[in-house]
């Protein structure tokens, strides 16, 4: 009998359950002491786990997807030290080492020694280094004394299980691009895309004290949501200039900070709606991003789309309107957000009810069997962030 069993993708617009085998404490031929095996508690479907799923990468059939993880200590090598079996803990989706110069600076998303391809690494993710992925039953969680959030009361975690989960990514990604973007007390905000990451953002920047959070998307749900915590809403899919729909609300046509939540699949707006325009977020940015404002860059862009439209996009080369970003002195910040920066202060705010993450992306908790329909649900642009419960241990 199977012991594990997890969510592969298979080819664009195909997920499927698996039997895989179960985790070991060792990476290839060598024992990894330093490393942990989880029983998973919640494992969470993501944005960009679609751009795999869609074929918009170079993904190969059968990679085991699942960067989202929180999980039950079952094992723990003989080299860890302070996380024992039993405990709960939130796995960063970034994997590092702590030991090389970026993790010692505080930049984990960009460790130099768990990706042989290039700096930075992921759970089932392509090109991040071939870790197996976590939307599965069991995992193996290596350097676990260095990436592991411990959550302090295991009955207390389980009660908050729906927002802690959130830990992993989607809610230090959105704060990370808030943050990135200088968001603080009175700021005005504009978020581009009101899926996930874009509601944990704009969740994160009323945390921070924003003023006015201004929410733009395509999608009548997903904008319904936003509005449902408090942010001013943008339909994109109306001819109005975003400017003239911004001054509207604010009185002004720019704001202070720009976070970008969407991408390298994003689409063009009003009179270009549903036409796939991969620079259109950011040269919007800059346009209406005041002189000396700051841009945060969250949404995921690739170096590699074979489903590009245009030519040059397919290595990622997008055109973008540089010059009017340094006419106008504009702070661009990109990449993978380093989790472990927020994820215990943003765990303390959910514990101690500063923010209700869950309510503000409306998280739907699913079984392992109907990850498949989650997909599908997700990509047809459902409000709601999906969060796969392996072994029926989540609370109703």
Known sequence: MCQNHGVAYIKPGEVAIREIEYPKLALGSRKCEHGVILKIVSTNICGSDQHMVRGRTTAPSGLVLGHEITGLVLEAGRDVEFIKPGDLVSVPFNIACGRCRNCKAGQTGICLNVNPSRPGAAYGYVDMGGWVGGQAEYVMVPYADFNLLKFPDKDQAMNKIKDLTLLSDIFPTGFHGAVMAGVGPGSIVYIAGAGPVGLACAASCHLLGAAVVIVGDMIRERLDQAKSFGCEIID????????????????????????????????????????????????????????????????????????????????????????????KSHSFYTGQCPVMKYHRQLMNAILFDKIQIAKAVNVEVITLKDAPRGYRDFDKGAAKKFVIDPHGMIPN
Request: glycine share 16%; proline share 5%.
């Open 236 to 327: 994109l899919r109306e001819k109005t200039p975003l400017s003239d729909a911004i001054a509207a609300i604010t009185g002004s046509p720019e704001v202070d900070s720009f976070v970008d939540c969407v991408g390298f699949e994003a689409r063009g707006h009003g009179a270009e709606s549903g036409t796939e325009h991969p620079a259109t977020v950011l040269n919007t940015a800059m346009t209406i991003t005041r002189a000396g404002g700051a841009i945060g860059i969250p949404g995921l862009y690739v170096t590699g789309d074979p489903g590009a439209r245009e030519e040059s996009a397919k290595d990622g080369t997008l055109r973008i309107r540089i010059g009017l970003g340094w006419a």
